[in-house]
């Protein structure tokens, strides 16, 4: 199982970013999918969920209105699209495939003026 995130950066408050996470190794399109996300000296938390057919979505009250998670199931590629980035909003987000116990490496979202 390997899941490979991208699409991280340094962004101004109010920007966009969105992030993809790759995934092999498994059956995707079978496989609900997560964001979690680090913040430096903090726990990693739950960002959003998908399920595999990507018809439902839950988020954080901290993103809810702001983010967005998809898929793609043919790229075997989930998306979260973060509009309305504010600083708080930096960590180190994480693609995870809970029925895998399955990480990725991480990608940096650094929102600063």
């Known amino acids: 199982v390997q899941l490979v995130e991208s699409g991280g950066g340094l962004v101004q408050p109010g920007g966009s970013l969105r992030l993809s996470c790759a995934a092999s190794?498994?059956?995707?399109?079978?496989?609900?999918m997560s964001w979690y996300r680090q913040a430096a000296g903090k726990g990693r938390r739950l960002v959003a969920t998908?399920?595999?057919?990507?018809?439902?979505?839950n988020y954080a009250d901290s993103v809810k209105g702001r983010f967005t998670i998809s898929r793609d199931n043919a790229k075997n590629t989930v998306y979260l699209q973060m509009d309305g980035l504010k600083p708080e909003d930096t960590a180190v987000y994480y693609c995870?495939?809970?029925?895998?116990?399955?990480w990725g490496q991480g990608t940096q979202v650094t929102v600063t003026v």
């Open positions: 995870n495939a809970p029925q895998y116990g399955a």
């Open positions: 190794g498994f059956t995707f399109s079978d496989s609900p």
């Open positions: 998908i399920t595999s057919s990507g018809g439902n979505t």
